[in-house]
């Protein structure tokens, strides 16, 4: 089983609120990936990182922002959360080889 | 990254094996094809991936085509936690692109 973890799990949170959501893997991998997925739709790759110090916009674009500061350590932030936000965010690591090992998710309620 | 085809759902009988296809027509030499899976609400699973000789491991069995155009994945006893969005893609495994998740084929295993 894949230890990646993310918190909180579900989030309900008022407009315009700051909020971050966190993901951490203990596996040592590089790569990681910030997915957003809105139920009974495909997924979409909004960030993506190749190390520490490095983050890249991914194909869909997103108001989120991320860091890479520790190799373990990938959170995203909203500075000012809407309700177009509510999703489901997904976030994943992978080895050299491209299997990524993904997160429960994190399920975000924007009133 | 080479385009995948996928049917967009199929039923298979629990006990059954569960064969599903996917097209690939205009991949490169150098490119794997993996599968991952998506239960509902979850985040994505790996199952496996190959380049050219088929593959198999405790979850399923990858059958690759000697022109690797096309593959099958095939689970050989379904069973209904099966279920899921089954998800084939292609990729160069040793770079630093991100996957690219499409529709996908959802799988239904009944009793």
């Known amino acids: 089983e894949a230890d990646i973890y993310q918190t909180p799990r579900y989030l309900v949170i008022g407009t315009g609120k700051k909020i971050t959501l966190e993901c951490s893997q203990t596996?040592?991998?590089?790569?990681m990936y910030w997915y957003q997925q809105d139920p009974g739709m495909e997924l979409h790759l909004i960030h993506y990182?190749?190390?520490?110090?490095?983050?890249e916009k991914g194909d869909l674009s997103s108001e989120s922002t991320v860091s890479r500061i520790r190799t373990e350590h990938f959170p995203l932030t909203l500075e000012s959360a809407r309700p177009s936000h509510t999703s489901q965010y997904l976030c994943a690591s992978s080895t050299r080889l491209n299997e990524q090992f993904f997160g429960p998710g994190t399920r975000l309620t924007v009133l | 990254d080479a385009k995948t085809t996928q049917p967009p759902s199929m039923d298979c009988a629990e006990g059954r094996a569960a064969n599903l296809p996917c097209n690939h027509s205009?991949?490169?030499?150098?490119?794997?094809v993996y599968w991952y899976r998506q239960i509902h609400s979850q985040g994505p699973q790996y199952i496996i991936h190959g380049l050219k000789n088929n593959e198999t491991n405790e979850m399923a069995s990858l059958i690759i085509t000697e022109d690797r155009k096309s593959s099958t994945l095939i689970l050989p006893h379904a069973t209904l936690r099966d279920t899921a969005v089954y998800y084939c893609i292609v990729k160069e495994a040793d770079s630093w692109g991100k996957l690219q998740f499409g529709a996908g084929t959802q799988v239904v295993v009944t009793p």
């Open positions: 205009t991949i490169s030499g150098n490119e794997y």
């Open positions: 596996m040592g991998h590089d790569k």
């Open positions: 990182s190749y190390g520490v110090n490095s983050t």
